[in-house]
């Protein structure tokens, strides 16, 4: 089993939509959890930490269960430039800074 | 965040030859990361370099194929030695960020190196 799954995708949707990603990590003692945005040919950007409580940035919305070991990102009103892979990220247990990512979600958002 | 600064941004190799990929950052970090991205394919970790000690590797990565320099504490390279097609992927460095336990958790990358070995 991978440390960190996501369905790849593609979810090709049309402006304006609602769409979730969904992630779920193996490592029960895992702290920290981020969304990561991923451009074509681009590096890696955070797009968000994931907090226990849930978190809202904008149309940006992601939420934790840790009872479950899964994590969601949440986009509203989606946008062209909304269109890019995002990556589930899991920081490794210890204090060795490892992160653990899944394979990413691709968007495509169509006019 | 940090500024990162990553060269060469891509290269075409003979096989069998090595290219040392650079990694400068505009402040002083104690961990900075490689990671190799197949085509295709998320981000794998290769190794953790941290200044003054040797660079921790992860499995299925050897120091003898991946050798790892942290001279400073803004500044590594990754070497991938004697390469061969399959060796043909993109390597990002990356670093923790700056300040607090919570920023520390979070990485900034590099815009990657594109190495494809003929």
């Known amino acids: 089993r991978k440390e960190v799954e996501q369905d790849p995708g593609p979810f090709n949707v049309p402006e304006g939509a609602t769409v979730a990603f969904n992630c779920t990590y193996s490592?029960?003692?895992?702290?920290?959890f981020f969304w990561y945005r991923q451009d074509c040919r681009k590096e890696p950007k955070l797009l968000m930490s994931?907090?226990?409580s849930g978190n809202e940035d904008g149309r940006f919305t992601a939420q934790l269960n840790r009872a479950s070991q899964y994590i969601s990102l949440l986009i509203r009103d989606s946008k062209l430039s909304d269109s890019a892979t995002y990556l589930c990220?899991?920081?490794?247990?210890?204090?060795?800074?490892?992160?653990?990512f899944g394979q990413g979600t691709t968007l495509q958002v169509k006019p | 965040s940090a500024v990162i600064s990553q060269k060469p941004s891509r290269d075409i190799c003979q096989r069998g030859t090595s290219l040392t990929i650079q990694c400068q950052v505009d402040?002083?970090?104690?961990?900075m990361f490689w990671y190799r991205q197949q085509p295709g394919q998320s981000l794998t970790l290769i190794a953790t370099?941290?200044?003054?000690?040797?660079?921790?590797?992860e499995s299925g990565f050897v120091i003898d194929k991946f050798p790892i320099s942290r001279p400073n504490l803004t500044f590594s390279t990754l070497t991938v030695s004697n390469m061969s097609p399959e060796d043909s992927s993109i390597y990002l460095c990356?670093?923790?960020?700056?300040?607090?336990?919570?920023?520390?958790?979070?990485?900034?990358f590099g815009a990657g190196t594109r190495l494809s070995v003929l």
């Open positions: 402040s002083q970090v104690t961990m």
């Open positions: 990220v899991v920081l490794g247990s210890g204090n060795t800074g490892k992160l653990i």
């Open positions: 994931v907090y226990s």
């Open positions: 990356s670093v923790e960020g700056v300040g607090g336990p919570v920023a520390k958790n979070i990485q900034y």
């Open positions: 370099a941290n200044q003054g000690s040797e660079a921790t590797y």
């Open positions: 490592n029960s003692a895992s702290q920290s």
